[in-house]
């Protein structure tokens, strides 16, 4: 049974350009999260898709967007990249929107901001 | 407020000690407590989590102590062994913001042999 996977596993790109990162849940799962993991922090929530569309957003501007598809599948779109937006981006999947729900993470797209 | 306070920010123990951490929120909202274990390269894994209708759940060598007065909680880890070394984070998120956890800064444990 495939856990969550992430592609790229990393990525480099020059400030003003614009990224898209992949993420897949695990098999059965219909939710999908995006954190931005800053080095030597905590994840931080970015938002949350179910049935296509954003349930949830964290305190992240508008150059953080996303979209999920039918297979659940998700993408973290990050356009006019910042120096700042170096991270780890986690995408975590879940079964449903109960709160409780064990979130299962994926091992990162380590993205450098140059 | 949002914030979950995590100490230390770094532990070293001994092989076969206990490891002790620590987090603090300030939201009475909060109503999920879980703890995440991440080593490098790869993405946080749940450990085990409480609901504040409990003041302790063990599972393993794992045990969280819940204290919903002092809006504390902690992660002790029995036994401390070399493979336990790692990134811990606790978290919290509130019944209504489906599935937003919000994290404390991680706690860098070392289990020297």
């Known amino acids: 049974d495939a856990g969550v996977t992430q592609s790229p596993t990393h990525l480099i790109k020059t400030r003003g350009q614009q990224v898209t990162l992949r993420c897949s849940p695990k098999s059965g799962h219909d939710t999908v999260s995006w954190y931005q993991q800053a080095l030597g922090q905590g994840p931080q929530f970015i938002f949350q898709?179910?049935?296509?569309?954003?349930?949830q957003r964290g305190n992240f501007p508008d150059r953080f967007s996303g979209h999920q598809f039918p297979n659940y599948s998700s993408e973290l779109n990050v356009n006019a990249l910042l120096l700042g937006d170096s991270a780890l981006y986690l995408c975590a999947s879940s079964s449903g929107l109960a709160f409780s729900d064990t979130q299962y993470f994926g091992p990162g797209t380590r993205l450098t901001v140059l | 407020q949002q914030q979950v306070k995590q100490s230390p920010q770094s532990l070293i123990v001994q092989k076969g000690g206990i490891s002790i951490i620590n987090c603090a929120y300030e939201?009475?909202?909060?109503?999920?407590f879980p703890w995440y274990q991440q080593f490098p390269g790869k993405g946080p894994a749940l450990l085990i989590a409480?609901?504040?209708?409990?003041s302790e759940k063990k599972e393993g060598r794992f045990t969280i102590s819940f204290n919903k007065s002092a809006k504390q909680f902690s992660l002790h880890i029995m036994d401390s062994q070399p493979g336990d070394s790692a990134t811990y984070f606790c978290a919290a998120s509130m019944r209504g913001n489906t599935g937003k956890l919000i994290f404390g800064q991680g706690t860098t444990l070392q289990v020297k042999p």
């Open positions: 409480i609901r504040p209708d409990v």
């Open positions: 939201n009475t909202a909060f109503d999920y």
């Open positions: 898709y179910y049935e296509e569309e954003e349930r």
